[in-house]
């Protein structure tokens, strides 16, 4: 018998329903699975949504507290957290066509649902605004990074999109502000390996080897003892930008991991956001074949 196609299951609040395949295991209940698969999420939480008919069965049927464990079979579900920070600040819609849209996403807003967080992210939002259930981001930018990011409307079209940033073909401009630096000559291009830090997963580290992240590096201009820069990664390692800025001796505007790691506050703290901003991205797009370029008019504030 043919296995049924995978389901198209409407949005809560913004949120498209998540999707899980059930492998071979001793489990004799499914909720037995789902807190041993996702111990983040604790066994009340789980009898609380089956209680309420948000875990279903691969024809869309809700799926009772008791439902026996079934390997093979897929099993839909929606992200939910329970208490999650509101983040105050919005997006802006820039650009929407039939293939693209193009927001400005602000400083401490997540790209997509990770964590903490599921509502107070921009894909959500967006889902929320826009209607859009296939509405898929193309690439990513860090949480405290603000500016441009690329989501495609047609999941027939997604792929085509997504390789672009893969095989590096989009031109990707960014701004940051950081301390000026009378001795460094500018433009240049920094060359190093980037590897993850053994001593914090959240840090990236220049170690020796073949370099793997290049990015240039351009002086736009100078106020006092700051300046903005330019950046162009010819790369995209994860960091990058913030990595090499760090090991050149010009850490960005309220970075808080490089050159040192600041633990997380347990209050959210938007006092001091990272001075990083995702410009400009140019590229020939790959459904019509015409050059596509947009930038922001806005800068980040000395």
Not at 23 to 43: K, T
Not at 50 to 68: C, I, K, N, S
Not at 165 to 187: D, H, M, N, S, W
Not at 241 to 255: E, F, K, T
Request: aromatic residues 8%; contains cysteine; charged residues 20%.
């Amino acid at each position: 018998m043919a296995r049924p196609q995978k389901l198209a299951l409407p949005m809560r609040d913004g949120v498209s329903a998540s999707c899980v395949a059930l492998p071979n295991g001793p489990w004799a209940l499914l909720i037995d699975f789902l807190v041993e698969r996702m111990p983040q999420i604790s066994h009340a939480v789980w009898l609380a949504r089956l209680q309420d008919g948000l875990v279903l069965d691969e024809t869309g049927q809700a799926l009772r507290p008791d439902a026996g464990f079934c390997p093979g079979q897929r099993v839909y579900y929606y992200r939910q957290i329970a208490a999650e920070p509101v983040i105050p600040f919005e997006a802006s819609i820039l650009f929407q066509d039939d293939l693209l849209l193009v927001v400005d996403k602000p400083h401490f807003l997540p790209v997509t649902p990770v964590g903490r967080y599921v509502q107070q992210t921009l894909l959500t939002r967006l889902k929320q605004a826009t209607g859009l259930a296939h509405l898929t981001p193309l690439h990513r930018i860090d949480r405290e990074t603000s500016g441009l990011v690329l989501f495609g409307l047609q999941p027939q079209t997604r792929a085509a999109y997504q390789a672009l940033f893969r095989l590096r073909e989009v031109e990707k401009t960014y701004q940051a502000i950081a301390a000026f630096k009378p001795g460094l000559v500018l433009p240049l291009t920094r060359s190093s390996r980037l590897q993850q830090s053994e001593a914090s997963f959240m840090q990236m580290v220049e170690v020796a080897g073949e370099p793997n992240a290049q990015t240039r590096i351009s002086l736009l201009e100078q106020s006092g003892h700051e300046a903005r820069y330019l950046l162009q990664p010819l790369t995209g390692q994860r960091h990058q930008l913030r990595v090499h800025m760090s090991a050149l001796g010009l850490p960005i505007r309220g970075d808080r991991i490089y050159p040192t790691l600041w633990p997380e506050p347990a209050l959210p703290d938007y006092s001091a956001p990272l001075q990083l901003l995702a410009c400009g991205l140019s590229f020939i797009d790959p459904v019509t074949r015409q050059s596509r370029r947009f930038e922001l008019g806005r800068k980040l504030a000395f």
